[in-house]
């Protein structure tokens, strides 16, 4: 072992051990590249019509990360602003988790190169793949880490380059994926702020969303992707909302992964709410995976569409198959 590290030995985040009754999102932040790819670029590549785009998925633009705009440097920046968002500290922080599907190479993970970025030390840092679904199942585990007294400060960052992973000459991926990041403070709270989740998978119909090979290519059976998400995930939102012991109703907003507009618009219909506000952060954002659910989250904030408190039912679902919902209370 190298004497120097052996003197020194590991550092370690300070022992919390202590649980709470509740945990809460206190900051918000986002990271969305700079170049903006409208439909007359993105159809030109895949050989359909920008209106063929509008129709069937709902998306006018889209952004498209730069070579310096990595999983992780964007994920830094989104870290960065939620922690300015609440006045939070990087010595507030004792895990980070990076809800990801792109990072370049299986190892090193990212959320470790995410901390370090932003000066954080000696906490844990992990990846999270549920796809699509990723930010609501890191949040899950965010609300478990504090409850239990294991974390005092968990930052969950979903952060995406779909466009690696995607040939733009495939209609059914390229003009629909795209890249950015959002991240979420949770801490403890006296209160319940995140609430039980409502998760799952469905294993069986993992090929439909998949990428073969470690040099593939994203391949997605949209149609039956569709069928899958409008026909058998309702019961998941309602479950969601009842674990909050709330109606649907009774919230100020609905925020779906943001698959494309016409399983959003399905999927509101559905909940059968018609005042709750829904979120369609893609018709300018495209799908970016993990990072959409908190994206979308960012931008009804920032719109103010939603205020401090209200009620809002996430909702992540995609590859794998997986899928997980919760309500929580807008920071």
């Known amino acids: ?47 359909v019509s920008a209106q063929w785009i509008s129709s069937r998925v709902g998306i006018e633009e889209r952004r498209h990360a730069s070579e310096a705009e990595t999983v992780v440097a964007m994920a830094i920046a989104a870290g960065k602003e939620a922690l300015a968002d609440c006045g939070a500290s990087t010595d507030d922080i004792d895990v980070v988790m990076l809800a990801t599907c792109s990072m370049p190479s299986p190892m090193p993970n990212g959320a470790a190169q995410v901390a370090v970025g932003m000066g954080i030390s000696a906490v844990a840092g992990f990846d999270l793949n549920a796809a699509c679904s990723g930010f609501c199942h890191g949040l899950a585990v965010a609300d478990g880490l504090v409850r239990a007294g294991s974390a005092r400060g968990v930052l969950v960052i979903g952060s995406e380059r779909m466009t690696d992973w995607v040939s733009p000459e495939n209609r059914d991926t390229g003009p629909i994926f795209a890249d950015g990041a959002a991240a979420a403070l949770v801490v403890p709270s006296a209160d319940t702020s995140i609430f039980p989740v409502a998760w799952g998978s469905a294993g069986a119909l993992a090929d439909l969303i998949q990428i073969p090979g470690p040099t593939g290519r994203m391949e997605m059976a949209g149609r039956k992707v569709f069928r899958w998400a409008t026909a058998e995930l309702t019961g998941v939102m309602q479950a969601a909302c009842e674990r909050a012991r709330l109606r649907p109703a009774d919230l100020r907003a609905f925020v779906p992964h943001q698959a ?21 952060d893609v018709i300018n954002a495209g799908n970016t995976s993990a990072a959409s659910v908190p994206l979308a989250l960012h931008a009804l904030r920032q719109s103010g569409q939603v205020d401090r408190g209200d009620p809002v039912l996430l909702f992540g679902f995609g590859a794998g198959l997986s899928y997980a919902a919760q309500v929580v209370l807008c920071p």
């Open 1 to 47: 072992m190298n004497e120097d590290l052996k003197s020194r030995g590991a550092a370690v985040a300070p022992w919390v051990g202590v649980p709470s009754p509740g945990s809460r999102i206190s900051g918000l932040g986002a990271y969305r590249p700079a170049e903006v790819v409208n439909n007359q670029s993105a159809s030109a590549a895949a050989g």
């Open 260 to 280: 494309n507009l016409r399983i959003i618009n399905a999927l509101s219909q559905s909940l059968d709410a018609p005042n709750v506000v829904t979120a369609t």
